[in-house]
């Protein structure tokens, strides 16, 4: 059942506008805490918009206004050193946040605590879209959410319950993603060829917004340049200034 349920996951933009209750958003968090966390630090933390003028706001800086029209709540799913370092204030120390390690130890956090709220919400039936758009403009949205220092924003979130069930991408194969004992890039050439032509066919014959696309040629789109290129300047500004 639990497998079934992770091989269906496709992402969701259009809600039926229903409101979730507070008392599921709790749960949904409380259960996405026991997600794992390396050394129990528990890096992260959730804001749950549930301002209409801050949800559109969130909307339009993330670049990506209609996922958050009909959803039945919003989120946006933070680093969090700033807790951290109150409680090191508390045994009389300064805690070490600025380090490249840190941020990879916040990041992964957030990630696995996240992950765990969207099975936990698909679960119950709920859809969900990562919004990665909320690192287009994350010093303005920030100043939305009064985000201090050693907070910054990873991604948005929308949630509810689905107008429609999407058909599940394929993903890369299993050998392409699978390797043992030691790294093996010769077998790209091959499986990459295979891939492609799994897109194009998905790509033509789902039930919605059809297209000629294919894997490799998004990959070339999208990382032929460097995206996002202000982040590092932004962690800075946050208190993440390592060399």
Excluded at 126 to 149: H, K, T, V, W
Excluded at 193 to 208: K, N
Excluded at 209 to 216: E, F, L, P, R, S
């Amino acid at each position: 059942m639990v497998k079934e349920l992770l091989r269906s996951h496709t992402s969701v933009r259009k809600y039926t506008g229903e409101k979730i209750s507070k008392e599921t958003v709790q749960d949904l968090i409380e259960t996405a805490q026991m997600a794992a966390t390396s050394h129990f630090v528990q890096a992260y933390s959730v804001i749950w918009v549930t301002d209409e003028e801050k949800q559109q706001k969130l909307g339009e800086l993330s670049n990506n206004p209609f996922q958050f029209q009909t959803a039945g709540a919003a989120f946006l799913f933070c680093v969090d050193f700033k807790r951290l370092q109150i409680a090191g204030q508390k045994q009389g120390v300064e805690i070490v946040a600025d380090s490249a390690e840190n941020v990879l130890v916040g990041v992964a956090d957030v990630a696995l605590f996240a992950q765990n709220f969207v099975i936990a919400a698909e679960s119950e039936g709920y859809g969900i879209c990562y919004i990665g758009g909320a690192r287009n403009n994350p010093e303005e949205i920030s100043e939305l959410f009064d985000l201090p220092d050693y907070v910054f924003p990873l991604f948005a979130m929308t949630i509810g319950t689905p107008t429609k069930r999407n058909e599940a991408k394929p993903r890369l194969p299993l050998n392409a993603v699978l390797h043992e004992n030691s790294y093996d890039v010769e077998k790209y050439d091959q499986l990459l060829d295979a891939y492609d032509a799994t897109l194009e066919q998905y790509y033509a014959s789902r039930s919605s917004n059809q297209k000629i696309a294919n894997w490799t040629k998004q990959m070339a789109d999208f990382l032929i340049e460097q995206r996002r290129p202000f982040i590092k300047d932004f962690l800075a500004k946050k208190g993440f200034t390592w060399k």
